[in-house]
């Protein structure tokens, strides 16, 4: 059974930062690749940032660029998301994802893996 577990959320103040954690377990994503979403109250769910199999390529939505940074290390099936100069609109609840396909993926569709999430809560 596969199974990802997410980490690494709470109250933050506005300027701050938090580090979210993945734990995948049940299979391994050295070759598929990662995502974060999230969802905020009464919004859909939303593409944050993806990375590839290998680590090299990673994609951002433009509201997080140049906050939040996505890394993964294969070796413990571990994926994380650094997200600095938090803002009162990044607050949501974050989910970990895992796709079946090597090369970065956008779409809520092309990942067949979910944690729970981990809610992000900020404060202004």
């Known amino acids: 059974q596969v199974q990802l577990v997410e980490s690494g959320g709470g109250l933050a103040q506005a300027g701050s930062s938090l580090r979210l954690s993945c734990v995948a377990s049940g299979r391994t994503f050295s070759n598929a690749a990662m995502g974060w979403f999230r969802q905020a109250p009464g919004k859909d769910r939303e593409f944050v940032a993806s990375i590839g199999g290998s680590g090299d390529t990673t994609l951002y939505a433009d509201s997080v660029k140049g906050r939040f940074t996505i890394s993964r290390d294969n070796a413990k099936n571990t994926l994380s998301l650094q997200m600095n100069s938090l803002k009162p609109e990044d607050t949501a609840v974050y989910y970990c994802?895992?796709?079946?396909?090597?090369?970065?993926?956008?779409?809520?569709?092309?990942?067949?893996?979910w944690g729970q999430g981990t809610q992000v809560t900020v404060s202004s």
């Open positions: 994802a895992g796709s079946l396909y090597y090369t970065i993926v956008t779409m809520r569709s092309a990942y067949q893996y």
